[in-house]
């Protein structure tokens, strides 16, 4: 399709365990951002790139969340030995005509 | 500390009467602001925006009023439709101060707007 395309829409993942989300920007978008959204709340900023360089993680809340793109496209968002507060949607999103397009995001279940 | 507010979380509203939504903001370097629309299950939409340099900007149904010494703004949707029935987020961004062109914006925490038909 021509939208942001995320993978998987679920994932549930036992306290501790290690997990990674995919996000498909739409072809020929240069700037890719990472969102975070709990129940309830508006999305949060984590991290955005510009093609493969990685220019602003000062959302990420801990060392346990690392983000790539290496090149310049796919991004994969991974979360370590996650916890309990980590579950959310987590929304990626590319930007073209001065526009943030987002995808569907991964909801993301902790137990 | 909520940049962004919302202090609506729900409003109802009849069909083809005007949906106002309200959004109030603290950061005095935010000067792009943003609607997105959000259905269940889908990724925010984007609907309008404004940048600070004026005070209202339209699109077919959908109007937003920018007040800056007030630090308000406000989507009105006229009329309304039983398909704007979404999650509405308020969102806004420093440009001016954003590094390259890292326009990462801070929301709302939504409203909820549902139109009776």
């Known amino acids: 399709g021509a939208g942001v395309s995320q993978s998987p829409r679920y994932k549930v993942a036992k306290r501790g365990q290690d997990v990674a989300l995919r996000c498909d920007p739409i072809?020929?978008?240069?700037?890719l951002f990472w969102y975070q959204q709990a129940l309830g709340q508006g999305p949060e900023f984590l991290t955005y790139?510009?093609?493969?360089?990685?220019?602003?993680k000062s959302g990420l809340p801990s060392d346990r969340f690392f983000a790539e793109r290496p090149e310049g496209s796919v991004s994969t968002l991974k979360i370590q030995r996650t916890q309990q507060e980590d579950s959310a949607v987590y929304l990626c999103?590319?930007?073209?005509?001065?526009?943030?397009?987002f995808g569907s995001g991964t909801q993301l279940s902790v137990l | 500390d909520q940049q962004v507010k919302q202090n609506s979380p729900s409003l109802s509203v009849q069909e083809g009467r005007i949906s106002i939504l309200n959004c109030d903001y603290t950061?005095?370097?935010?000067?792009?602001f943003l609607w997105y629309k959000k259905y269940p299950a889908e990724g925010p939409t984007f609907l309008i925006s404004?940048?600070?340099?004026?005070d209202k900007n339209e699109d077919g149904r959908f109007t937003v009023f920018l007040n800056k010494s007030a630090k308000h703004l406000s989507l009105h949707i006229v009329p309304s439709q039983p398909g704007d029935s979404a999650v509405y987020f308020c969102?806004?961004?420093?440009?001016?101060?954003?590094?390259?062109?890292?326009?990462?914006?801070?929301f709302g925490t939504g409203t909820r707007l549902t139109i009776i038909p």
């Open positions: 999103a590319s930007r073209g005509d001065e526009k943030l397009f």
């Open positions: 072809s020929g978008h240069v700037s």
């Open positions: 790139f510009q093609n493969e360089a990685q220019l602003d």
């Open positions: 950061n005095s370097m935010f000067d792009y």
């Open positions: 404004i940048s600070s340099i004026k």
């Open positions: 969102a806004a961004s420093a440009l001016s101060v954003s590094n390259f062109g890292n326009e990462k914006l801070t």
